[in-house]
């Protein structure tokens, strides 16, 4: 539904620690029209030039609290709000070239009220910011 406002545009930037790059990071909509609970987080897939980022190297932070991936499915007391701008980061050494990069992210969601899960894809090119 909301699928065209996921990629925040201007978000994509290379991670640094002690002056080196460490990976890379970009903002992030739920796109769907009501909050979850972090627990119905199944999957932030981030794949970017065509390489999907392992789930074990990715982080989500939602309003300043960081949680890896794979342990989504535990938090049941942290929610992401519509139009609330997640963090997805990425540990990837020496993170991304300057330039342009294909960007998908898809999401996976547990919705209650839905037989199988919802969620969404979305696709842009995004220059990488300083």
Known sequence: MFEKYV????TLRNTVAEGRSTGYEIGVR???YR????????DVALTVDGVRALAEATTVTVHGNSYRLTELGA???????????????????????PGEHD???VQRLRISYMP???????RAVVE???
Not at 35 to 42: I, K, R
Not at 78 to 96: F, I, N, S, Y
Request: proline content about 8%; cysteine-free; overall charge negative.
């Open 35 to 42: 909050g979850l609970a972090l627990s119905m987080v199944e």
């Open 7 to 10: 990629i925040v545009p201007g």
């Open 103 to 105: 960007v998908e992210v």
């Open 116 to 122: 199988v899960p919802g969620g969404g894809r979305a």
């Open 75 to 97: 938090v049941t007391d942290d929610r992401w709000e519509l139009g609330e701008v997640a963090v997805v980061r990425v540990a990837h050494p020496g993170g991304l070239a």
């Open 128 to 130: 990488l910011s300083d």
């Open 30 to 32: 739920m796109p769907y």
